[in-house]
């Protein structure tokens, strides 16, 4: 993926040899896990359930440290809560009191930004992820979708270093999903800041992604790291009707099964 493997400031986040075990677990929760990520690069983790995907975002985030190893960001060790990253969870976990507007522009306010600018950078990201009309809503008045929408514009509104997303789109309908996907793709390439997107789901880690991280089931470990040379700006629509998608969305499906259980026992 890069000319400049070995180029220290290229580097965002980087864990030498990490094991992580959770106090009275019968095995690591991941093992022995290397991997880089450069800036400015859209990296996806995929992998079976439980391999440990969420466990590495909590490591880069700083909610959980290493039992052996180390993850550094930015050149520095990581030794407590990454205030340069901003996480974007499974849930959205919006601020149920708070209406759109208060939730995006929460960390702004946090950051003592000044009123008018905070106003203005809300109104600009309200209109980025397509929610004008709503600002004054709470959150129970969204759905599944424009709740992710909130909690996207929430995260990249303050220009984080590094943006770590859990399975962002998991419980979506496969409309919104792959609209949300597009869209995230535009915001991205407009942006390009570092991303770190777990998925199960191979199309989507394909769609958005410079590099795939392969994971092997628990204890997690690195099984491989695949390039994806697709062109920017990405169309989802044409993307997938290309013969080196399919090529490539077989390569890492060859992977990824020999890492699943499809014979019906339980996972
Ligand atoms: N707080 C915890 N205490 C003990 N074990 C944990 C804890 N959190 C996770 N684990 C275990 O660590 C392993 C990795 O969990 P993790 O949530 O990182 O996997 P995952 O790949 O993100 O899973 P999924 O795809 O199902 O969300 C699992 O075996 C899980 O049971």
Redesign the pocket.
Known sequence: MSTNQHDPNAEALRFDHVT?E????H?P??EDVSLRVERRKFVAVI????????????LAAGLLAPTRGGVHFDGEPVTGVNSEAAYVT?KANLLPWLSVKANIGLALKFRRVGKDERNERIAHWIRVVGLTGFEDHYPRELSGGMQKRVAIARALIYDPSIVLM??PFGPLDAITRLKLQQDLLNLWEEQQGTLVF?T?DLNEALYLADQVIV?SK???TVRRVLDVPFERPRDIGSLVESREFSELYNDLWSLFKSEIDLSGAPA
Not at 22 to 25: L, N, R
Not at 47 to 58: E, F, Q, V, Y
């Open positions: 992580l959770f106090p009275g677990g095995q929760a991941i992998g079976p359930s439980g391999c440990g995907k969420s466990t590495i975002l909590n499974q859990d399975e777990v199960h994971m628990g204890p997690g």
